[in-house]
């Protein structure tokens, strides 16, 4: 994957984590620079996060400038089409996910181009796809999705950033693979939210009598 | 702007953000290690992400021991002070404000030294001027005053550090033209808590009736 | 201490964080993979903080693969054996000492071998020991450990850190001395918790009429 279409793929992924916080922000009822900083929280926190630990100059977000449009873009488009779309509230895990999918590739690509060992590199890229979504819900101090057990959010994330790692090896990561790993991770996001695919509890449960958490 | 002097300014800001901090340890009830430890996470958590994110070696915090001075002179002040003089609650806003101010400027100036480009260091300065409070309204549990919609307080930190850069591009930045523009990003701070001065809310609302943010 | 024994020492270290974080999310009712990422959040935070700050290349977790073991560990254990052993919600207290102790003798002396002046270096050991636990907190909307008032948290890090820096300046720090400080740490929060040994408050009361803070 060359690093224009790397560069792309991490912009996109950027302005859909910031929709996701601009869509939180409207509703908590934050003001439009709320909304306009909530985004950049989310859109380029995890990826500052990964570039922060990859230790190499200053992160994306801090030296290329184009990274700021996407979440001025977002800010925009909340506050002018928030009120026609955001009827069922659906929106924010879509963008959530869209995010999460492009996120583990590039957050993937980067640690390995970085020199990372291909463990490390899929640990980092699942830190990138999950941080920015994390800060935003402890910033609004709401349940984080990454902890929800009503359904599964790392675990496409560990998935994305496997096949990832497994098609740079094979020296067959490009565009049409980068994007079909997303959009697997994506859909296997959704499809869990919807039918409410989980994994077991913390605790395994050997008997159902009196086997309440503290 | 020569170094000691920004050295100066930055460890002044410390302080008040320092003061800021251990105000809240006392009304959350917190005791004197706790007041010490949320002064020092807010005075030098803006300046720590700053310069992880600029990377060029240890951040000052944990180089200079002479940062350490500020947040504890804070905590002795405010177990010594705090019943004389913490009546109506606002001293913490004020300090707050201080630390803003003069956050805004240290931080642009720190991050153009360190060659970002005008755009980034502008982030980079909003960033080391609202990061401490952030940090310290998500540790104690409160609603961040970044995201208060009945005010403004990014938009100071963004004017103080615009006009930062613009008077270092002017080459007039100086310790005189600096307080002024410190002075300025308080006053407006504090003139917009006073007046509840705010922006629209993240969401445009076309029409008046029934429009509740879900 | 040679670096064989740190290694080890951390890894511990590591494990008994991650059983803090595990435990924590047994009792919230997270799932498996958000008891092993809370697991890994925890004990891996606060070393992975420590290394940001002396920017020294990519962080241990991020480069060394055998810092995912102790959390993986910890999950798998939380999972089977959480059932027949907390029954009385101690143990996370206990293993939230551990890690303290071990983690505030380690993380001073990468912060020394990092070459920080040795105020800086117990600075930066007490960040590390206190800073998963807090990560663990304000991630599960806890109260931290960190500010509880009814007991010592941070005074038993610093004494660790401070008496790991008189050690390595004395170059009498060896596996015996190493350990012997990191229980010292442990015994001194075990014990304040036990018999809530606490410090004053963060405001000094010279009456007992009406003082109550607003």
Sequence with gaps: MNFDIALALDLIGVFFFALSGSLLAARKGFDVVGSLLLGSLVGLGGGTVRDVIINDGPPAAFSNPMYLIPPIAAAVLVFFLYQS?????????VFDALGLGLFCVTGTVKAVNA??????????????????GLLRDITANEVPKLFDNRDIYAVPAFVGAGLTTLLLELHVLNLYTGTSTAILVF?????????HWHVPLAVHRRQRRGAKAS
Tied chains: 1, 2, 3.
């Design 85 to 93: 779309v955001d009827a069922r509230g659906n929106l924010l895990t």
């Design 115 to 132: 020199g990372l060992n291909p463990v490390s590199a899929i640990l980092l890229g699942v830190t990138t796809a999950v941080g920015g």
């Design 187 to 195: 859909a296997l996001r959704m499809i869990s939210w919807h039918f």
